[in-house]
């Protein structure tokens, strides 16, 4: 069973800087792109950012091009989020999310329950 | 970027009642479509990938079709586990953006 467990989330000030943690477990990590999804409070979906199983595509959302990247440690299982220059509007719960196969299809198949960050001075 | 839109924005139905969401994007998308559900407090879930593709272990009356810039998902025999937002995304370019969600309720 496909298990992702986000941390990492808190308060911080705008401008500040925080890191968020995905733990995979249940299925082989290194074989699967992964993705970072957010949801602002009371709305909808927003993508954020995917890696690749091996690194070699990283996107990002243009609205966090700059300033949150994604990152792997496959020998850890661990998905991150490293995010710099945080505004108001970065303030959600952010979903860890596994992509789904084969890769370019870019669907998410399975999903923790989520971190929250919250922005605000 | 590509824009998704959804029809309708909510809708009341029954258990029992079929169901059916429209989903459409601003470009062709070919088949590079995907449902999600998010009840309230939780993580969405995969229900159809690629258009019409039933995600594993999901029951067979979620249903989805379509291709380019239309899609639908339906939802036969609505049961009382389906009251929930329903998202579709595209994936054909990034950003994979996603529609503003359907919310399903009673």
């Known amino acids: 069973e496909v298990q992702l467990v986000e941390s990492g989330g808190g308060l911080v000030q705008p401008g500040g800087s925080l890191r968020l943690s995905c733990a995979a477990s249940?299925?082989?990590?290194?074989?699967?792109?992964m993705n970072w999804v957010r949801q602002a409070p009371g709305k909808g979906l927003e993508w954020v950012s995917y890696i690749s199983n091996g690194r070699s595509t990283i996107l990002h959302a243009d609205s966090v091009k700059g300033r949150l990247t994604i990152s792997r440690d496959n020998a850890k299982n661990l998905l991150y989020l490293q995010m710099n220059s945080l505004r108001d509007e970065d303030t959600a719960v952010y979903y860890c999310?596994?992509?789904?196969?084969?890769?370019?299809?870019?669907?998410?198949?399975?999903w923790g329950k989520g971190t929250t960050v919250t922005v605000s001075s | 970027d590509i824009q998704m839109t959804q029809s309708p924005s909510s809708l009341s139905a029954s258990v029992g009642d079929r169901v059916t969401i429209t989903c459409r994007a601003s470009q062709s998308i070919s088949f590079y479509l995907h449902w999600y559900h998010q009840k309230l407090g939780k993580a969405p879930n995969l229900l159809i990938y690629a258009a019409s593709s039933l995600q594993s272990g999901v029951p067979s009356r979620f249903s989805g079709r379509g291709s380019g810039t239309d899609f639908t998902l339906t939802i036969s025999n609505l049961q009382p586990e389906d009251f929930a937002t329903y998202y579709c995304q595209q994936s054909y370019t990034s950003p994979f953006t996603f529609g503003p969600g359907t919310k399903v309720e009673i």
């Open positions: 249940g299925f082989t990590f290194s074989s699967y792109g």
């Open positions: 999310a596994r992509g789904g196969v084969p890769s370019d299809y870019h669907y998410m198949d399975g």
